[in-house]
Nanobody, 125 residues
Framework: QVQLVESGGGSVQVGDSLRLSCTGS????????MTWFRQALGKEREVVGV???????TYASAVKGRFTISNDNSKNILYLQMNNLTPEDSAMYYC???????????????????WGQGTQVTVSS
């Protein structure tokens, strides 16, 4: 059973930074990809970023230049560094994963096989 556990969320003020962490277990690294989704109240699910077929990490326009996804493969940890936070970044942030040859494409569509419990980020002015 794949398990994804997020941590690092909290309540911050505009301009602050947070780093979210996701620890994954129970899966093989073959043909799988992990990334971050987020969903705020009254808004649709948003894909934070996904690596494309050329190995480039593409971010949603709303977070580009402020958010950075990185990973430590040896420890199966995925990070999301969030800088210069705004109230529009307030959302439940989910660590997600998908497997298979088309896993990256599926993640771009907001379709994930495995979801973490989520960690809440609240940004106040």
């Amino acid at each position: 059973q794949v398990q994804l556990v997020e941590s690092g969320g909290g309540s911050v003020q505009v301009g602050d930074s947070l780093r979210l962490s996701c620890t994954g277990s129970g899966y093989s690294a073959r043909d799988n990809h992990m990334t971050w989704f987020r969903q705020a109240l009254g808004k649709e699910r948003e894909v934070v970023g996904v690596t494309d077929n050329d190995g480039r990490l593409t971010y949603a326009s709303a977070v580009k230049g402020r958010f950075t996804i990185s990973n430590d493969n040896s420890k199966n940890i995925l990070y999301l560094q969030m800088n210069n936070l705004t109230p529009e970044d307030s959302a439940m942030y989910y660590c997600v994963s998908a497997s298979g040859l088309a896993c990256k494409a599926r993640l771009w569509r907001g379709d994930a096989t495995n979801w973490g419990q989520g960690t809440q980020v609240t940004v106040s002015s």
